[in-house]
């Protein structure tokens, strides 16, 4: 029978204030980053809100540091 492999949690979606705590940017740097293909791209979520995948900031924030992701417990 074989083996059915784990899923990994789903990604939360962090809102702008969280992105600008994590990474230490302003807004207008994450604008201007993510213009140049720099920063992970932002999810449109309604009309007026927008959100970007904790994985994909945690793992630009690991190759801009050298460090391995943290695990989660």
Same mark, same amino acid.
């Given at each position: 029978?074989?083996?059915?492999?784990?899923?990994?949690?789903?990604?939360?979606?962090?809102r702008r204030r969280d992105v600008t705590a994590r990474t230490g940017l302003s807004s207008t740097t994450l604008w201007r &980053?993510? /213009?140049?293909?720099?920063?992970?791209?932002?999810?449109?979520? *309604?009309? %007026? &809100?927008? /959100?970007?995948?904790?994985?994909?900031?945690?793992?630009?924030? *690991?190759? %801009?540091?050298?460090?391995?992701?943290?695990?989660?417990?």
């Amino acid at each position: 029978m074989p083996q059915i492999e784990p899923k990994a949690p789903p990604s939360r979606l962090l809102r702008r204030r969280d992105v600008t705590a994590r990474t230490g940017l302003s807004s207008t740097t994450l604008w201007r &980053l993510e /213009g140049l293909g720099q920063f992970p791209k932002r999810r449109q979520l *309604s009309e %007026r &809100l927008v /959100g970007w995948l904790e994985s994909e900031i945690d793992e630009w924030i *690991s190759t %801009r540091t050298g460090a391995v992701p943290a695990v989660k417990p």
